[in-house]
């Protein structure tokens, strides 16, 4: 069994899964109270699926990037549950690869090479990432990550494209100012889906996928083996 959780933006989500399937799903907003709900909400949600920690193999977390008080805090509890736990194995996932991860099926279907998946800074720009789809059929990473994480503004996107070479029409862009993109470029092919924020769901079936085809996340870029955050930027100090 595989517990995933992920709170890079204003809402706790939570994914129990089995390698193959999805079982209970998840997400309730937060403010400023995360770490005082953090264990007791997964502890609840374990309990309403007649479960505990000992019927959990994975433990899998979005590490970011996002917001600094939710990394802060799921990666304490993760620390928490996993030296807790001796025979949970840890997984660390990035929260835009796990974001690119729930809009796999959606690009492949529209035959597409490449997804972008977004995540909003709160300092008015995106934390941006690009990932190339891997079709092949053997036991391979579903994609692998073209540039680093990168923050730009939403009006520069199109020098985006331009610098990493892409052509619009090979695109899926998911996440934080899809609606705006839609309407600023009409030739890139927008997710449908309606989350467009990162979710445990992806977080978990990315790891779920790993788990399944015994790929060592050593060689993973965009996986861990321990937790570990993922800040792009210093945190901003707000001083009166």
């Known amino acids: ?40 909400t997964i502890k609840k949600f374990l309990q309403g699926n007649s479960m505990s920690f000992s019927d959990i193999s994975f433990l899998a977390i979005g590490c970011g990037p996002g917001s600094f008080t939710g990394i802060r805090s799921v990666i304490s509890t993760a620390m928490g549950i996993d030296i807790s ?12 690869a796990g974001l690119a991860m729930s809009a796999l099926n959606e690009a492949k279907k529209l035959k597409l090479k490449y997804i972008i998946s ?3 800074s709160k300092r008015d720009d995106l934390f941006l990432q690009l990932f190339k789809i891997n079709n092949n059929k053997n036991k391979s990473l579903p994609f692998i990550n073209m540039t680093n994480i990168d923050t730009i503004k939403i009006d520069n996107l199109y020098n985006y494209f331009e610098i990493n070479n892409l052509i619009l029409e090979d695109i899926l862009f998911i996440g934080h100012q899809s609606s705006f993109v839609k309407k600023m470029i009409s030739k890139l092919k927008v997710s449908q889906k309606t989350k467009q924020n990162p979710d445990s769901l992806g977080v978990g079936k990315l790891a779920s996928y790993l788990i399944r085809n015994n790929i060592d996340i050593r060689n993973v870029t965009f996986a861990f083996e321990k937790f570990k955050p993922i800040y792009v930027r210093p945190a901003q100090i707000n001083l009166k």
């Open 1 to 40: 069994m595989i517990i995933s959780i992920e709170t890079s933006t204003s809402e706790l989500s939570l994914t129990l899964l089995d390698k193959e399937n999805v079982i209970k799903h998840i997400s309730v907003s937060f403010k400023n109270e995360l770490s005082e709900i953090i264990v007791s």
């Open 85 to 96: 736990n001796a025979h949970i194995t840890s997984i660390g996932i990035s929260s835009l």
């Open 118 to 120: 977004s995540i909003d």
